[in-house]
């Protein structure tokens, strides 16, 4: 068996046993509000941690990726994220900054 | 109107019949269901893409079923990438899901009664989106029966969703186009930006943002920075909703 196995198999019975104990203890369980919001932020971290690594990976000159229109895309991200928009229309407006500061770097440097 | 249970000479178990309001019940869910697959679709695709630069492609995608949990899964497949051991990687993407408990101690008015088996099988389909799908469902008048058949029909719509962008994203992530990757912050800005609103939500998402910064920018082994991501914001989170309540 694979590491990865082991590691999806462990993760797998992990997760479905923290979801079925509420359910099968019913009132029994009880966690303090603190807990509960610790574990909501704890899982949020680490997706944040995720989105600081995937974002330093694109910045970097080695991604192949001009830096100035990943701003952008990430700033439209950001924008539309805020006002509450899914994240499908997040990511197209995303994706929608970066080719349009691709468009006009290009037009600004075959200008006059 | 409930759904009927049968009785066979073969299985004195109860099995539950779905009857029309069951079925207009199920459906309802799936409806209800539809529109959060479609947003949740970007993220299933990065999974994919996750998946395939996996070293075994067949566990790394079965995840999507047994993990049931796009961050979790992404989190696991990130250490594991990184090099951190199978243990560590799962309790990782464990404490990722650990939020669930909370999704499913509110479910509990909705399944604590049921049988067993029916208890254990929506159990492995606890998380946001049917959570929100039957809080919205309970707002409204109806049947306990014909709101477990609601979610259960949000379930199935998410479930075969969540496979279908997955196992696309699996092949999207064959493509070697530096675009995919930029894909990838756009997502997770979907998912992090959300959280600000909640008590205590900016001040975790600033102190795991800089604890990242300050991993990254240490040289830190990249497959580190979630889980010290986690214990900044689990513990900003909690400090900060301390002191606005004191």
């Given at each position: 068996m694979t590491?990865v196995w082991?590691?999806?198999?462990?993760?797998?019975?992990?997760?479905?046993?923290?979801?079925?104990?509420?359910?099968l203890?019913?009132?029994r369980?009880r966690?303090?509000?603190r807990a509960?919001?610790?574990?909501r932020?704890?899982?949020?971290g680490?997706?944040t941690?995720?989105?600081?690594?995937?974002?330093?990976t694109?910045?970097?000159p080695?991604?192949?990726?001009?830096?100035?229109?990943?701003?952008v895309a990430?700033?439209?991200a950001?924008?539309s994220?805020?006002?509450r928009r899914s994240m499908?229309?997040t990511?197209l407006?995303?994706i929608t900054?970066?080719g349009?500061?691709?468009?006009v770097i290009a037009?600004?440097a075959?200008g006059? | 109107?409930?759904?009927?249970?049968?009785?066979?000479?073969t299985s004195?178990?109860?099995?539950?019949q779905?009857?029309?309001a069951a079925?207009r019940?199920a459906?309802?869910?799936?409806?209800a269901?539809?529109p959060l697959?479609v947003g949740y679709?970007?993220?299933g695709l990065i999974?994919?893409v996750?998946?395939?630069?996996?070293?075994?492609?067949i566990a790394?995608?079965t995840g999507?079923?047994?993990i049931?949990?796009?961050s979790?899964q992404?989190t696991l497949l990130?250490?594991?990438?990184?090099?951190?051991?199978?243990?560590a990687?799962?309790g990782a993407?464990?404490?990722v899901?650990?939020?669930?408990v909370?999704?499913s101690?509110?479910?509990?008015?909705?399944f604590?009664?049921?049988?067993?088996?029916?208890?254990?099988l929506?159990?492995?389909?606890?998380v946001?989106p049917?959570?929100?799908?039957a809080?919205q469902?309970?707002?409204?008048?109806?049947?306990l029966?014909?709101?477990?058949?609601?979610y259960a029909g949000a379930s199935?719509?998410l479930?075969?969703g969540?496979v279908?962008?997955?196992?696309?994203?699996?092949?999207?992530?064959q493509v070697?186009?530096?675009?995919?990757a930029?894909?990838?912050p756009l997502?997770?800005?979907?998912v992090v930006?959300?959280?600000?609103?909640?008590p205590g939500g900016a001040a975790?998402?600033?102190?795991?943002a800089?604890?990242?910064?300050?991993a990254?920018?240490?040289?830190a082994?990249?497959?580190?920075?979630?889980p010290?991501a986690?214990?900044a914001?689990?513990?900003?989170?909690?400090?900060?909703?301390r002191?606005?309540d004191s």
């Open positions: 590491p082991i590691a999806v198999l462990a993760a797998g019975a992990a997760s479905y046993g923290l979801r079925v104990l509420p359910l203890l019913g009132d369980v966690l303090s509000p509960q919001t610790g574990l932020h704890a899982g949020m680490a997706i941690g995720l989105l600081v690594l995937g974002t330093v694109v910045l970097r080695s991604s192949g990726l001009p830096i100035v229109p990943v701003l990430l700033g439209a950001v924008t994220a805020l006002l499908l229309v990511v407006a995303g900054a970066y349009g500061a691709l468009l037009l600004g075959g006059p | 109107m409930q759904p009927t249970t049968t009785r066979t000479a004195p178990e109860l099995v539950p779905p009857d029309e079925w019940e459906c309802a869910g799936a409806v269901m539809a697959v679709a970007p993220f999974v994919g996750a998946v395939s630069g996996s070293s075994d492609l790394a995608w999507t079923l047994s049931y949990g796009g979790a992404l990130h250490l594991l990438a990184g090099g951190v051991g199978a243990w990687a799962a993407a464990a404490l899901n650990a939020r669930l909370v999704f101690l509110a479910l509990v008015p909705l604590g009664s049921a049988r067993l088996p029916v208890r254990l929506a159990a492995a389909f606890v946001e049917t959570w929100v799908v809080l469902r309970g707002d409204r008048p109806g049947t029966s014909g709101r477990r058949w609601h199935l719509v479930t075969v969540w279908l962008c997955v196992t696309a994203g699996l092949a999207l992530g070697d186009a530096p675009v995919v930029m894909v990838v997502c997770l800005v979907a930006v959300p959280h600000l609103r909640l975790a998402v600033l102190a795991a800089l604890a990242s910064l300050g990254v920018a240490a040289s082994p990249a497959a580190v920075v979630p010290i986690m214990a914001a689990a513990f900003a989170g909690v400090s900060s909703v002191e606005e």
